[in-house]
C-alpha cells in the first residue's frame, strides 16, 4: 500500500457513518482513499454550506478540525458560533476530532489567537481551507462603496489573515496546503458582483505568488472554484439544478488540494460533481514594435493579438515579460 493511504476497510469512522453518501464513492469503487490521519486542518466558515462539508469530510478522512466561523448571514452580519459548534458535535459524535473557533477572518488578532488554540491543543497546522464569505450584491452603479470594501475584506484579507498566520508554522513544518476558495464570478465575471467578482480573483493573484513562494517550503497553495446550492445561491436557480448542486459535490476538489499528492498553483473548478481547471492563458501575440502608427496597427490586428491559438499559461508573471522580449529580439535579429 502507498505510503499515507489506507483503504476504507481500515477506518472504521470512513466506512459507513458519513451524512454525505457522495464520500463513498472510493470505497464503493474499491480505489485507494486520501487520507487525512495525523493531520490538522483549519476551516473557515465552516458552520454552514461547503465549509461544513469541507469539515466533515477532512474529519471523516482522519484529520482534527477546527470548525472556524462567526456565524454571520449572508451578508456578513450578526454573528453566533453556535452552527459551527453543531458541526463540532457531529464530527465528534462519529468519533472524530474537532474544536470550535468564533473568529471573524476579518480580525487579523482573533485569527491570530484561532491559530495559536490550534498549535496549543494539537501542535501542527497542515490545512487551512480558507472558505469563509459573504455577499453584498448590486449592480455597479448601486453599490456603496462600504460593501464593496466589506466583501474585499471578509473574502480577500480574511484570506490573508488566515494564511499569513499559519505560513510560518507551515514553513517551519516544510509541510502544508493552502486553498483558498474563488470563483467563477471572478475568473468570469457576473452581474451585480464586481465587489465579490473582484475579491474572488485577488485570491487566484494571491495563489499565483504564494504558491510560487511556499513551494521550497513544502507548501502547496491552490484556489477552488466551487458551485453548489447553499444560501449564497438560493432562490438563483429552478429547484432541480439545485438538487444536482450539493455542496458534497464539491468536496472532492478540496480534499485533492489538501492532500499530500494536492497540486501546486492549480484553480480547480467543481459542481455537481463536474471538475474542470481554470488557467490564466496568455496568447503567443505579435511583435508590433515602437512606431508612431503602432496603436492604429494594433487596432487593426487584434483579433490576430486575441488568437487563441498557441496560447500558453506562463509559470510566473516574469515569464509572460520574457514572452514579450523574446519576440522583441526575434523581430530585431530577423
Ligand atoms: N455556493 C456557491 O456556488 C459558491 C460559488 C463560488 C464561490 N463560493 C464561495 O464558497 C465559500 C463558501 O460559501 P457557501 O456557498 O458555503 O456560503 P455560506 O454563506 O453557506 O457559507 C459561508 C460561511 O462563512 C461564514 N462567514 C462569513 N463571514 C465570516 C467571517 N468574517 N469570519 C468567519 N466566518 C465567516 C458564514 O457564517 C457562513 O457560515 C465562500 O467563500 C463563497 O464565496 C460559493
Same mark, same amino acid.
Given at each position: 500500500m502507498a505510503s499515507g493511504y489506507q483503504s476504507c476497510a481500515q477506518n472504521p469512522f470512513l466506512a #459507513?457513518? *458519513? %451524512? *454525505?453518501? *457522495?464520500?463513498?464513492y472510493l470505497k464503493d469503487h474499491n480505489i485507494m482513499s486520501l487520507n487525512f490521519t495525523g493531520r490538522v486542518a483549519i476551516v473557515t #466558515? %465552516?458552520? !454552514?454550506g461547503l465549509g461544513k462539508q469541507h469539515a466533515l469530510a477532512l474529519a471523516a478522512r482522519g484529520a482534527k478540525v477546527v &470548525?472556524? /466561523?462567526?456565524? %454571520?448571514? &449572508?451578508? !456578513? /452580519?450578526g454573528g453566533s458560533v453556535s452552527a459551527a459548534q453543531a458541526v463540532v458535535e457531529e464530527i465528534r459524535a462519529k468519533g472524530g476530532e474537532a474544536m470550535v473557533n468564533g473568529a471573524s477572518v476579518t480580525d487579523y488578532e482573533a485569527v491570530k489567537a484561532m491559530v495559536q488554540q490550534t498549535m496549543d491543543a494539537?501542535?501542527? &497546522?497542515d490545512i487551512l481551507v480558507n472558505n469563509a464569505g459573504i455577499l453584498r450584491d448590486k449592480s455597479f452603479a448601486k453599490m456603496e462603496i462600504a460593501d464593496f470594501r466589506l466583501v474585499m475584506d471578509v473574502h480577500v484579507m480574511g484570506a490573508v489573515h488566515c494564511t499569513k498566520a499559519v505560513w510560518a508554522i507551515m514553513q517551519a513544518q516544510n509541510y502544508g496546503r493552502v486553498v483558498l476558495t474563488t470563483s467563477s464570478s471572478g475568473l468570469y465575471g457576473n452581474f451585480g458582483q464586481a465587489n465579490y467578482g473582484a475579491a474572488k480573483m485577488a485570491l487566484a493573484g494571491l495563489m499565483q505568488t504564494l504558491s510560487i513562494e511556499g513551494e521550497k517550503h513544502g507548501i502547496r497553495v491552490n484556489c477552488l472554484a466551487p458551485t453548489a446550492a447553499t444560501r449564497m445561491t438560493? #432562490?438563483?436557480?429552478p429547484p432541480e439544478v439545485l438538487n444536482a448542486l450539493q455542496p458534497q459535490a464539491v468536496v472532492p476538489a478540496m480534499l485533492v488540494m489538501a492532500s499530500e499528492d494536492a497540486p501546486n498553483r492549480t484553480i480547480l473548478c467543481a459542481g455537481a460533481g463536474s471538475f474542470e481547471v481554470a488557467h490564466i492563458t496568455l496568447t503567443q501575440g505579435l511583435h508590433l514594435g515602437l512606431h508612431d502608427d503602432t496603436a492604429e496597427q494594433l487596432a487593426a490586428a487584434l483579433a490576430q493579438v486575441k488568437d487563441p491559438a498557441g496560447q500558453m499559461v506562463p509559470l510566473s508573471g516574469s515569464a509572460q515579460g520574457g514572452h514579450e522580449i523574446a519576440m522583441a529580439l526575434a523581430a530585431h535579429s530577423a
Open positions: #459507513g457513518t *458519513s %451524512a *454525505s453518501g *457522495s464520500l463513498f #466558515g %465552516a458552520g !454552514g &470548525v472556524n /466561523d462567526l456565524g %454571520a448571514d &449572508v451578508h !456578513g /452580519d494539537w501542535g501542527r &497546522v438560493e #432562490g438563483l436557480m
